[in-house]
């Protein structure tokens, strides 16, 4: 690209934003919050952590937002909702950046468990991928909660990455590093696992959905 001849480095667009989430069934997501929640209970709080999350991504400037789901679900206004397809996690996650990847464009993929994120931290996560070439957000059980890449395709290493571990997030940036990638830290934050979590995070946001789900639970 030129200017008047001169050589100019075209601007890089605003990444889309994946969030990669279970449909909250009873039974299906939060199960290590039971006990002491019921099935029912576990899932509203992790109704309400979608319904935060989601509202926290329409908040973001984006190229696009997408909702790669497993399950069935309203589709949310502003939202590309495309299915989850792949053998474990980490295959997930894969065809998650491959299947929504659109040419010369960041994709920046954070899941329903941080209800407590922010705009600002996603705007800097945006901000970042101007120059680096993935950013990454551990969290504080070992693994990630947000992962952004400039090129999808790197996404690949993934596939052999073993998830929900207290190494996936070290593993996930030095296979990002081993490929020679700029890779830029996130703030850590705080994955909703345990009730312990639960009541951690919910103090991080009051006035949420999520906090009031767990206060319902509380009470």
Known sequence: MTIDGVGVVPPVPAPQLLVIAKEPVPGRVKTR???????????????AALA???A??????????????????????????LPQRGEGLGERLMYAYADSAVAGVPS?????????????LLNAAAAALETADAVLGLAYDGG????????????????????????????????LRARGLRVV?????RDVDTITDAYA?????????????VAAVAA
């Open 33 to 47: 919050l039971c006990p002491p929640c019921s099935p029912r209970q576990a899932a509203l709080i992790a109704a």
């Open 144 to 175: 990630w909660w947000a992962l952004g890449l400039r090129q999808p395709g790197h996404a690949e290493v993934l596939r052999a990455i073993p998830m929900s571990t207290p190494d996936t997030g070290r593993l996930t940036e030095a296979a």
């Open 56 to 81: 926290v991504v329409a908040a973001t400037p984006a190229y696009r937002r997408v909702l790669v789901l497993s399950g069935r679900s309203p589709r949310p206004p502003g939202f590309t909702v």
């Open 108 to 120: 920046l993929l954070i899941g329903m468990d941080t209800p407590q994120v922010t705009p600002v």
């Open 185 to 189: 830290m996130l703030p850590r934050l």
């Open 201 to 213: 995070v919910a103090a991080h946001c009051p006035g949420s959905r999520f906090a009031a789900a």
């Open 52 to 54: 935060d999350t989601l």
